[in-house]
């Protein structure tokens, strides 16, 4: 008996020690079945592959050719092409080991697969996004004689995932900040710009919804566009939610469902643009209430107004909160809107002012 219990111990320490890795050093998650059964298509790649987890899908495989092209006119720049693939495979090789930890599941590529595949993709983002800043550069001064850093170079290519605006995020913003990967930087770009506010996560215990757009405008309360660095920075100021135009056009979804994953996967990780798709949520349950967003304009939608109504409702189901960044704006919405006042001034003012 005393045998088998042994055995049994070390089998358990065996398996206990091989998954210890994951949870220390892994910040790329594959999706959790419970979030991608909401919209499996979101998290799979029309066009290109990048990394393992989609690696040799066949509906991507004639990409392939597109990828070494890049890196054909990447390595072509330098005076001695081949030296310079030469000396990307090394500088990958040296860090295979801890490519492959940055992985929560474990990669069961080859050696020289795996570093093969880091080195064509990362090379195709980078010309991609070289590319990208040499096109619009170009077309505003004819003159391509700018260098721009790798990290200004992704912030420059994403910046119109959510806003229309051009972007006014400094890069000294990200000056103490470990970046893990693209995704990462996305988040942070959104997150960082809210600096003291970060701080503001209340326990996600009892929380009152906030009513819908068409039912905080009929209680008095307005919608204010306000220009700031970010769309998650959203305020209640003297009877105005004032808030930062979001963008909804077709890569928001896949964006918005990724960074959720990525909140609800990496290790104490505030989950700020989970709390955002809970105030949407809130905000918007019918096409008439996305109309009264995007008249205030709050909100510009490109897509087909049934379809984004459907989208917020289904954004964030499913996923784990123990904090909610914005329970103290609902808590002063909820407050206000239970007011007399605002909701007599409201009413007087649309049925005695609107028409002369």
Known sequence: MAGEIESMASNMRS???????????????????????HNKEAYIPNAFSIGPFHHGEKHLEDKEKIKFDYLQGLIDRNRDPEATLMKCIREITN??????????????????????????????IVEVFRKDAEELLFSLTSDWSETKSLLQLTLDFFENIFSSEKSSIQLDLFANQEIQHILDLIRSSLVLPLGDQQGQEESFVSWQPIPSATSIKDSGISFRKVKSRSILDVKFRRGALEMSPILIQETVEPAFRNLISYEQCYPNCPPRVTSYAILLDNLINNEEEMEELSKSGVLINWLNPHDTTQFFKMLYHDAFLKEFHYLKLFREVNEYQQKLWPKWRAFYIRNYFAKP
């Open 15 to 37: 398996k206990m020690r091989g998954d210890t890795k994951s949870s220390s050093t892994s910040c790329i998650f594959g999706i959790p079945s419970i979030l991608r059964r």
């Open 95 to 124: 860090y295979e080991t801890k490519a492959r930890e940055c992985y929560a599941e474990e990669i069961l590529m080859s050696k020289q697969a795996f570093i093969e595949m880091l080195v064509l993709d990362g090379c195709f």
